[in-house]
């Protein structure tokens, strides 16, 4: 089945930029909407983006909106998030999920995780 690889975390300084992938295999992500979420220590999961199947439609959480960029390239069977401007707040586990829906609904398979980690 699809399986979801998050790569791009680590340390970045307040003010900085960070590129998340997020490489499908097992099934193409053609047609899947794809969501990019993260968990803060001792928070709940918060949803952050989302992209349509068709990569036409986007959505963003507010705390991120302005900041953040989600795309795919189903060529390459990829989604990524470009952040912007990070903060202190940003840090937490990233994870990419995929929704057979074509839009962001329960998610139906989720990657493991990357670590992004804002300080100075």
């Not at 690889?5 to 992938?21: F, M």
Request: with cysteine.
């Amino acid at each position: 089945q699809l399986q979801l690889v998050e790569s791009g975390g680590g340390l970045v300084q307040p003010g900085g930029s960070l590129r998340l992938s997020c490489v499908a295999s097992g099934l193409s992500l053609r047609n899947y909407g794809i969501a990019w979420h993260r968990q803060a220590p001792g928070k709940e999961r918060e949803g952050l983006a989302c992209i349509s199947g068709s990569g036409i439609k986007t959505s963003y959480a507010d705390s991120v909106k302005g900041r953040f960029t989600i795309s795919r390239d189903d060529a390459k069977n990829t989604a990524y998030l470009q952040m912007n401007n990070l903060k202190s707040d940003d840090t937490a586990v990233y994870y990419c999920a995929a929704d057979q829906s074509g839009w962001c609904n329960g998610m139906d398979f989720w990657g493991k995780g990357t670590l992004v980690t804002v300080s100075s």
